[in-house]
């Protein structure tokens, strides 16, 4: 697929991994549009000299952003006109704090893709990919520390008896949204692709969000240290260049709603990263408490990635050094120490 003048819809387009995913296909010469209501996603996270143009417009050059609530069908079907292509993030989302404890809000996801899909499909959208989940993946395989255990596109199979076990309420909104966009594959023929993704990180994410807080944490100097959980769970955090470049790559290559994973193989613990953090700042705490009462998720998660090979050519190119390092060095450079303590604070209200 040739991405110059494509018209492409980004959901969730102010978001963290969908502002990147913007860039990208600005980069590329796409038309892009962006529909997002500014729940998580931010305008500042498009680092464009936008220009208001109307009520909840802005534009720039070959990028126009439109503001609303994609549960709104009238919107929904306004911003699908034209539209050949439609990368489907947005979502109520956040790291584990927020899915423990917003279940409600994680499955209002259901009706929200279902609008997205049937409003593509009726605006004759060439192709959908839509930004699914690991937690997609059953929780008892995902039980033990120190696991080498990787995580195989047919282990969450809804097709499958007794293979689909998701990872709470947002878990099973993920899968679902899978089901119904392949399904309208098999009916009306709408091309389609879903991305697994694993535990992204990077620039423009949020302090909900493990790497963020930690780095947050030994941003403000926080002594003594505060860890949610026991520190030993353990994930494959991914950078979230290459998180794009899968997505991508599925839309180039995927048609048939064929679910692929975007992580990593190798895994590291929470307890690891930190004393990651802690090397490239420069900084350690005298003290470090992990906090059991906080919920830490899954023991142990990684990704198989033989399909993500075979299909997109497509595997992590960015070290955890190396991804903590860009992380660490953006967040230094645009964050003041009274807004990240402030920041810190409401999400333990919040919670």
């Avoid at 195989?152 to 998701?166: H, S």
């Avoid at 929470?270 to 705490?285: C, H, Q």
């Amino acid at each position: 697929m040739k991405w110059n003048r494509k018209n492409v819809l980004v959901t969730g387009g102010a978001s963290f991994i969908g502002s990147h995913l913007v860039d990208a296909l600005v980069k590329m010469g796409a038309n892009v549009s962006v529909a997002d209501d500014f729940s998580s996603g931010k305008l500042d996270n498009l680092e464009y000299p936008l220009k208001k143009v109307g009520k909840n417009i802005w534009v720039y050059d070959n990028l126009i952003v439109w503001q609303g609530d994609l549960k709104d069908r009238c919107f929904t079907r306004s911003v699908m006109e034209g539209v050949d292509v439609v990368f489907h993030l947005a979502a109520s989302h956040g790291g584990r704090g927020y899915i423990a404890t917003h279940p409600a809000e994680c499955c209002t996801n259901m009706a929200l893709d279902q609008i997205v899909f049937e409003e593509a499909w009726k605006a004759g959208v060439e192709k959908v990919c839509y930004a699914s989940s690991a937690c997609v993946y059953p929780t008892y395989l995902q039980e033990q520390a120190g696991s080498k255990y990787l995580l195989k596109e047919k282990d969450a199979d809804p097709f499958v008896r007794d293979k689909a076990f998701p990872d709470l309420e947002y878990g099973w909104a993920k899968l679902m949204g899978e089901m119904t966009l392949r399904a309208y594959y098999r009916e009306y023929g709408m091309k389609a692709a879903s991305v697994r993704i694993f535990t992204a990180y990077g620039p423009r994410e949020n302090e909900t969000h493990a790497i963020i807080a930690l780095i947050a944490k030994t941003f403000i100097k926080m002594d003594p240290f505060v860890i949610w959980g026991s520190g030993k769970q353990e994930r494959n955090f991914t950078y979230v260049q290459d998180i794009v470049d899968a997505m991508i790559l599925a839309a180039e290559k995927i048609n048939d709603g064929t679910p692929v994973n975007a992580g990593r193989e190798d895994r590291i613990s929470i307890d690891k990263s930190a004393e990651l953090i802690f090397e490239i700042v420069g900084w350690r705490p005298k003290k470090i408490i992990h906090d059991l009462s906080k919920p830490e998720g899954v023991a142990s998660r990684a990704a198989d990635l033989t399909r993500a090979r075979k299909l997109l050519g497509w595997e992590p190119k960015v070290s955890y050094e190396e991804g903590f390092k860009r992380t660490i060095q953006w967040y230094f450079s645009n964050k003041k120490v009274e807004e990240v303590k402030a920041n810190l604070e409401r999400l333990l209200i919040e919670r």
